[in-house]
T-cell receptor, first 111, second 110 residues
Framework: QKEVEQNSGPLSVPEGAIASLNCTYS??????FFWYRQYSGKSPELIMF????GDKEDGRFTAQLNKASQYVSLLIRDSQPSDSATYLC???????????FGTGTRLTIIP | NAGVTQTPKFQVLKTGQSMTLQCAQD?????MYWYRQDPGMGLRLIYY???????DKGEVPNGYNVSRLNKREFSLRLESAAPSQTSVYFC?????????FGAGTRLSVL
């Protein structure tokens, strides 16, 4: 079992709709959870992080964490064509700053 | 405001050649990382350095060496390049678990 799992997609969402991206992780001791966006040919950039159970909102983005289910998700409201990218889920373990990344979900927003 | 700077951006090597990928950060971060990214494999950690003078192996260290020259610089060396090392290499630095990435080096080994 991979440590961090994501559906590779592609996930196609109409413009203006809600895009929902999901991630599961295997280490129950994981402390911090991150979503990175990566445009084709570019480097990953951080868009959200969450440490506590529940929801965290930042503009059109909402991160959701459920530690009991070992599940973290990212919702993108009012999806725009500029949101088309690969979204990487990353998880931090105990006692260090290393991250374990999922393989990413490719999201396409259809105008 | 440069952030994390990687050089070179592109490189083509022949099998058996050596090279060093350079990385420098100007954010005064203690931790630095080298990743490789292959299609369908996500980002895999090669080596990391928690502070100046320390380095540790990551998930895929074989065939690579690193040097943490000072707090700013963390280099990755391929002593004898192999076609399996064809990849995109990213350097990152972090503060309080948040990692910032360089633009990447696209390496082809023929």
């Amino acid at each position: 079992q991979k440590e961090v799992e994501q559906n590779s997609g592609p996930l196609s969402v109409p413009e203006g709709a809600i895009a929902s991206l999901n991630c599961t992780y295997s280490d129950r001791g994981s402390q911090s959870f991150f979503w990175y966006r990566q445009y084709s040919g570019k480097s990953p950039e951080l868009i959200m992080f969450i440490y506590s159970n529940g929801d965290k909102e930042d503009g059109r983005f909402t991160a959701q964490l459920n530690k009991a289910s070992q599940y973290v998700s990212l919702l993108i409201r009012d999806s725009q064509p500029s949101d088309s990218a690969t979204y990487l889920c990353a998880v931090n373990g105990r006692g260090n700053e290393k991250l374990t990344f999922g393989t990413g979900t490719r999201l396409t927003i259809i105008p | 405001n440069a952030g994390v700077t990687q050089t070179p951006k592109f490189q083509v090597l022949k099998t058996g050649q050596s090279m060093t990928l350079q990385c420098a950060q100007d954010m005064n971060h203690n931790s630095m990382y080298w990743y490789r990214q292959d299609p369908g494999m996500g980002l895999r950690l090669i080596y990391y350095s928690a502070s100046e003078g320390t380095t540790d192996k990551g998930e895929v260290p074989n065939g690579y060496n690193v040097s943490r020259l000072n707090k700013r610089e963390f280099s990755l060396r391929l002593e004898s390049a192999a076609p399996s090392q064809t990849s995109v290499y990213f350097c990152a630095s972090s503060e309080i678990h948040i990692q910032y990435f360089g633009a990447g080096t696209r390496l082809s080994v023929l």
